[in-house]
């Protein structure tokens, strides 16, 4: 049945059977490029707050948002200032509130990735600072899979079922959602787990 399930309700479920938000590779990458100043933290898909919390400890006053219920009731047990807010549509947010715009793996997630980068930049103050992840669904497995007539979508479909990525991100499209958003790309790191090799750009 769970097919038949809405995006936040596949997720109301997931947090329900006790889904904590893991800090990863590039998570760990993120903490190391925060500002030294503090601020307010906007944590876009913020879960059910673990991440939220370890911001919180780096000095931040931390605003989670997320479209899971579930998840934002257990953000405010964690005493967060959390709310429910589908990123498809305009962040209930006022121009220029906040210093820093956390957001690891959202972005392949949303229908309009261009309106949530135009959002992102409306929010964040002139020297704010927006710090992103997002998968290359362009690396060179999928580069070979596309040789032989196979989707980057089908190895996923026949695992789980469903594919949550509605973009299929690359290094040059992103690249494109920074600029039309009014953005500006200072950092770009890249992780290849396999092999392990890391490639920064400044």
């Keep these: 049945y769970i097919f038949f399930m809405k995006p936040s309700e596949r997720e ?3 947090y329900s059977q006790g889904h904590t938000t893991k800090v990863a590779q590039e ?3 993120m903490f190391n ?3 030294k100043t503090g601020g307010k933290l906007l944590d876009i898909g913020c879960g059910e707050g673990s991440i939220s919390v370890k911001l919180r400890e780096a000095g931040f006053d931390v605003t989670g948002i997320d479209f899971s219920p579930v998840a934002i009731d257990m953000a405010k047990a964690k005493v967060l200032n959390a709310q429910v807010v589908d990123v498809d549509g305009c962040l209930p947010f006022a121009d220029k509130e906040f210093s820093v715009a956390w957001f690891g793996d959202i972005l392949e997630h949303v229908f309009d990735p261009i309106l949530l980068m135009k959002e992102i930049c409306r929010v964040l103050k002139d ?4 710090l ?3 998968p290359n669904e362009m690396w060179l497995p999928a580069r070979i899979n596309a040789l032989f007539g196979r989707s980057p979508q089908s190895s996923v479909y026949r695992k789980f ?11 040059e499209l992103l690249e494109y959602f920074i600029k039309t958003a009014g953005l500006k790309m200072v950092y770009f790191e890249s992780i ?3 092999p392990k090799t890391k490639i920064e750009f400044v």
């Excluded at 020297?127 to 927006?130: I, K, T």
């Excluded at 469903?162 to 973009?167: A, G, L, Y």
């Design 161 to 171: 079922g469903q594919c949550k990525h509605h973009t299929m991100m690359s290094l």
């Design 132 to 134: 992103l992840t997002t």
């Design 33 to 35: 490029l925060l500002p």
């Design 27 to 29: 998570e760990n990458e």
């Design 192 to 194: 290849c787990l396999i």
């Design 12 to 14: 109301d479920m997931k």
């Design 127 to 130: 020297d704010g600072v927006a």
